[in-house]
Every structure is written in C-alpha cells, then in structure tokens.
C-alpha cells in the first residue's frame, strides 16, 4: 500500500496545528526560505566553586522553613574591631595611676586617691595579687591558689563588715583596693632578702610594710559615714595584710 502526500497538503496541516502561544510556530519548508532573524542566546551563569545543586537545595529548603537566619553571616566592619587591650577593658595608664595612688597614700602629694575606690578595675589588682603570689612561692604553687583564695574571701569579709557597719561600698571596690594595697607587701619583700639576717631590722621592715598596705586600705574604704566606727572596719583590715605577710614570710 503507497500513501502518497501532496506538498500543499502538508502545508495546510502545518498551519492547521500552528501553535496559538506566540512562543514558536510551524511553518513548511517553501515558506521557511522566505523567514529570517536572531534567536537571543539566554544568560548562562557558571558555577566556579559556588553552591552546588545540593547547596543550593538545602538553602531553599530552609528558607522555606523559617530557618533561613541561620545562614546569615554578619559583615565585620573595620571600625568595630578593637585591640586586645580595650576588648578585655584593660587600661594600663589607669592602672598606673592606681599603683602610684596606693604606694603614695600621703593626701600632700596631690593624687586623686578615690579612683581606686570610685573606678574599680579587676586586672590590676588580680596582677597584682599574683606578683605577690610569685615572690611567695618558695617551689609550691599551691600558695598562689591559696593566696588569691584569702584575696577573694578576705576581701568579701571585709565587704560583709562594711556594709553592716553602714558604709556605701560594693565588693568590686573592695576587692580593687585590698588587691591594690598588696603593693607595699611587695616593695618591702627585697627589703626583707637583704636584712632577713637582722632580726630587729626585719620585724620593722615587716611592722612598716603591713602599717603601709592597712593604711592605704583604710583610706580608701574608711570613709566618713563610719564615724565613731572606724577601729571595727581598720582593725581586720590590718589583720588581713598581717596574714598575707605571714604567707609569704612563713612567720
């Protein structure tokens, strides 16, 4: 059996199936030598080391959950990073001012003693809590823990006593000025290597640095809403520096 087609035929099924979309149409081969024009090629992106299919899957599938905030990643800006130092609160002039403010508690020589009191800091006074503590180690570390122990429930004690006796002061203070006021400990303890074989010398020296460290203490934490009650915040004061003496003298 032939089956044969005429041309003019297939023309007329060809327009008979034209699409009505206006994406494409079919045309026949006569009067597609009559057509001409451009075919713009669409944007093609490639994929250098992005996302992968998968990536880009899991990405789409939690935005459409509500979890797409844990892909946000937060630009740094230049300007927020901060040194070392001020990330850590750290001041080192502050703290110098300090230890100068604690070695030389005379009011003539015109330091403004208070910011140990009114601007309390924990780093310098933990520095130096542990330089004491390293000039009192003798080859047993166990005294730092011990002596940075004291430090800490010593100065909460006093802090107790305070606040009972009807002073305005807070633990932070107290532990800033009872970690300052260890400095002159410090200062006296090559004093005591070289007059240690002097017996009188030495109890001086050791008298003179636990008058000084009480001193400066009481100073800044006795002030005058104490009144008639000084003795009974000055006197534990100085038994608190007279043990952190025997820490580190072994008397």
């Known amino acids: 059996i032939k089956v044969t087609v005429s041309r003019s035929t297939m023309h007329q099924q060809a327009q008979h199936f034209s699409p009505t979309n206006g994406d494409f149409t079919f045309v026949s081969s006569t009067d597609a030598e009559e057509l001409s024009g451009s075919i713009d090629a669409p944007e093609v992106k490639l994929n250098l080391g992005g996302e992968s ?3 880009a ?3 789409a599938f939690l935005r459409q959950r509500g979890y797409g905030w844990l892909l946000e990643v937060d630009e740094e800006d230049p300007e927020d990073t901060k040194p070392l130092l001020e990330e850590l609160d750290i001041d080192l002039k502050d703290i110098y001012y300090k230890i100068r403010c604690v070695l030389m508690p005379m009011p003539s020589l015109g330091f403004n003693r208070q910011v140990v009191r009114d601007n309390p800091d924990f780093w310098g006074p933990l520095a130096v809590v542990l330089l004491f503590s390293m000039i ?4 047993q570390f166990r005294v730092v823990s011990w002596i940075i122990t004291i430090w800490i429930f010593g100065s909460l004690t006093i802090f107790l006593l305070a606040r009972v006796l009807g002073g305005e002061v ?6 800033g000025v009872i970690g300052y006021s260890l400095l002159p400990l410090i200062v006296i303890a090559p004093l005591l290597l070289v007059v240690g074989a002097f017996e009188v010398v030495s109890t001086l020296i050791k008298l003179f640095g636990v008058f000084w460290a009480a001193y400066s203490a009481a100073s800044l934490l006795v002030g005058d809403e104490f009144k008639t ?4 915040l000055i006197y534990p004061i ?3 520096y007279i043990y952190f003496l025997s ?3 072994g008397v």
């Open 57 to 59: 899957y899991a990405t």
């Open 53 to 55: 299919p998968k990536d």
């Open 247 to 249: 820490l580190y003298t």
């Open 229 to 232: 009650k000084k003795p009974l």
């Open 136 to 139: 009192s180690l003798y080859g």
């Open 170 to 175: 807070s633990y932070g203070q107290v532990v």
């Open 238 to 240: 100085f038994l608190l």
